[in-house]
């Protein structure tokens, strides 16, 4: 492939329309690359095609949509063991906390309701 439809496939992909506005709006991808050469483009190429084929294994309104489930969840655990609203948004507020904190998931056990 020669360099201006190698150039053609990297715009495509990242839709901008020229080398400035790629070197303005994607530094990942031109830091630090003499782009007059062909390697350099074809670098770029190979690493778009790359981003493509990762997908995420879920999306952040499924994330959002979980976070909602699980904090209704332990609402409902909390009404059968007999806690107030106001105690399990405190709970809640200690497993946001702590999955903050130590990014790590955090069991109702942990907890010691």
């Known amino acids: 492939m020669k360099l201006q439809g190698i150039k053609v496939e990297v715009f495509k992909l990242t839709g901008v329309p020229r080398?400035?506005?790629?070197?303005?709006?994607?530094?990942?991808?031109?830091?630090?690359?003499?782009?007059?050469?062909?390697?350099?483009?074809?670098?770029?190429l190979d690493l778009l095609k790359h981003q493509?084929?990762?997908?995420?294994?879920?999306?952040?309104?499924?994330?959002?949509?979980?976070?909602?489930?699980?904090?209704?969840?332990?609402?409902?655990v909390g009404r059968v063991t007999g806690l107030s609203a106001k105690a399990v948004?405190?709970?809640?507020d200690?497993?946001?906390?702590?999955?903050?904190a130590n990014s790590i998931d955090v069991t109702l056990e942990e907890l010691e309701v």
């Open 19 to 44: 080398t400035p506005e790629l070197k303005r709006q994607r530094p990942d991808l031109t830091h630090g690359r003499d782009l007059r050469y062909k390697a350099e483009w074809l670098a770029i």
């Open 52 to 76: 493509q084929t990762i997908q995420p294994d879920i999306t952040l309104d499924q994330l959002d949509q979980q976070e909602i489930e699980l904090q209704q969840s332990l609402h409902r």
């Open 89 to 92: 948004d405190k709970i809640w």
């Open 94 to 100: 200690r497993i946001q906390h702590n999955a903050q």
